[in-house]
């Protein structure tokens, strides 16, 4: 059973941060996202616990920049589950040709990012989420360069997800399997961004997976 006042951080780029409110009004600090989701599954499911969530994600991070905001955005919270969903801008800024994206950064950012989690944040548990893309919208445009980019970074965060004791969440399958079901606009709008179905999808998904894992027994 989860310990009193269990504390999860959700980490990542726009597909987190959710429009979420930067102040203190509880009915937007959370955003729209999949995090608002999960944070109202489990705040139902364990409220005796009186669990506390938190929303730090920022539009158009990069895994460079989390790290950049690591000390006030992470560790200064002390989050007892840590999770992270990053990925797409790093492809964005190299697939865009931006000075920005001239090299790419991600697995050796990702890897120092973690590095430095696992020393100073010991017990907290990490979990891992895969960067994902749809054929629709701005990523169709160059779907060849997106494809070259992100399966790769999928196998990135696989591999660190075992290499640093996370939980992984997979991502892509459930978008594939979705975009069976409906247009790739139905979940991604652009490709990359999800409607309010896909971030049910993403949701669901993480509920599943950390729920499997018994990671929130663990605490």
């Known amino acids: 059973m989860m310990r ?3 504390t999860i951080l959700f980490q ?8 979420r409110d930067r102040g203190t009004d509880l009915n937007h600090v959370l ?3 999949y995090a608002y989701m999960i944070a109202g599954a489990l705040g139902n499911q364990y409220a005796e616990q009186n669990p506390r969530f938190y929303n730090r994600g920022v539009s158009g991070d990069r895994v460079s920049d989390l790290y950049a905001r690591w000390n006030e ?5 002390k989050p007892d589950v840590l999770s992270i969903l990053i990925g797409v801008n790093d492809a964005w800024r190299i697939v865009s040709e931006e000075p920005s994206g001239v090299t790419d950064r991600f697995e050796r950012a990702y890897r120092h990012l973690l590095d430095e989690t696992r020393e100073v944040l010991p017990q907290t548990k990490l979990v891992l989420c895969e960067p994902f893309v749809l054929n629709t919208g701005a990523v169709a445009e160059r779907w060849d360069k997106w494809t070259g980019l992100i399966p790769g970074y999928q196998a990135v965060v696989r591999e660190l997800a075992k290499q640093y004791d996370a939980v992984h969440v997979p991502l892509q399958d ?10 790739p606009a139905y979940w991604l709008w652009d490709g990359v961004h999800p409607t309010a179905a896909g971030h049910d999808l993403i949701a669901k998904r993480w509920l599943d997976v950390v729920g499997q894992s ?6």
């Open 214 to 219: 018994g990671l929130l027994e663990r605490v």
């Open 4 to 6: 009193d006042k269990l």
């Open 73 to 77: 955005d992470a560790f200064s919270l």
């Open 12 to 19: 990542g780029d726009s597909i987190t941060d959710g429009n």
């Open 174 to 183: 459930v978008f594939d399997a979705a975009a069976k079901r409906a247009e």
């Open 31 to 33: 955003g729209h996202s």
